[in-house]
């Protein structure tokens, strides 16, 4: 089945650090990968996505890119803020089949960063 | 205005009550999601509805269950909570598209349910 492994939490980082957060995945064919964040106290908010190989998904300074040779999807960022403090979710959607519409989300990675 | 509320925001009930939490959509999306997220296991699918007929189970179904409404409606029921159910719970939905933004879900905000 699919299956989507993030680096375990929590991270702590100075603010301006640099941040890596890892994601593989496993799936047939060429799923589409998404990054998701969760701000404390509400809900997961798209933060980026890649739907080929080699594709990279930037935003608000975030950037992954789509690795099929590693089955691959790290987020990162060049310089952290403290308002990136969240919880940071890896997930995919298989190309086609019955689950095509579903995502599968790894477990998440919270990430804290101290002024 | 949110694009997808969920209520209520935090409820704690006992073991053996019936509980229902809601979902509503002003996105007019055909597709909705209810999962469950506990600390360390990320978010887990319950149940999942294409359009109003269309309900399938999702990973982790069993005692739950949910009732499509209308398009902008999904209510996810416990029948009889048990203390395991306690979790956050969010609602999503999603365009039905087969384009780029194919299965972009979009989150409510969730629902802290804790069951005594």
């Known amino acids: 089945g699919n299956s989507v492994t993030q680096m375990e939490g929590p991270v702590t980082l100075s603010e301006e650090a640099f941040l890596t957060i890892n994601c593989t995945y496993t799936?047939?064919?060429?799923?589409?990968l998404f990054w998701y964040v969760q701000y404390p106290g509400e809900g997961l908010q798209l933060l980026l996505k890649?739907?080929?190989?080699?594709d990279k998904g930037s935003n608000k300074g975030f950037e992954a890119t789509y690795r099929k040779e590693t089955t691959s999807f790290h987020l990162e960022k060049g310089s952290v803020q403290v308002s990136d403090s969240a919880v940071y979710f890896c997930?995919?959607?298989?190309?086609?089949?019955?689950?095509?519409?579903?995502?599968?989300f790894g477990k998440g990675t919270k990430l804290s960063v101290i002024p | 205005d949110a694009d997808v509320t969920q209520t209520p925001r935090n409820r704690i009930t006992k073991t053996g009550k019936r509980i229902m939490l809601e979902c509503s959509q002003t996105?007019?999306?055909?597709?909705m999601y209810w999962y469950r997220q506990d600390p360390g296991l990320g978010l887990r699918l319950i149940y999942y509805s294409f359009d109003v007929k269309d309900i399938n189970k999702g990973e982790i179904s069993d005692g739950y269950s949910v009732s499509r409404q209308a398009q902008a409606k999904f209510s996810l029921s416990l029948e009889s909570a048990i203390p395991n159910q306690t979790a956050l719970y969010f609602c999503a939905t999603s365009e039905k598209s087969s384009g780029i933004t194919r299965n972009e879900q979009f989150f409510g905000p969730g629902t802290r349910l804790t069951v005594l």
């Open positions: 799936a047939t064919g060429y799923p589409s």
């Open positions: 997930a995919l959607s298989p190309y086609s089949g019955a689950g095509s519409y579903q995502l599968t």
């Open positions: 890649a739907t080929k190989a080699d």
């Open positions: 996105k007019g999306h055909d597709r």
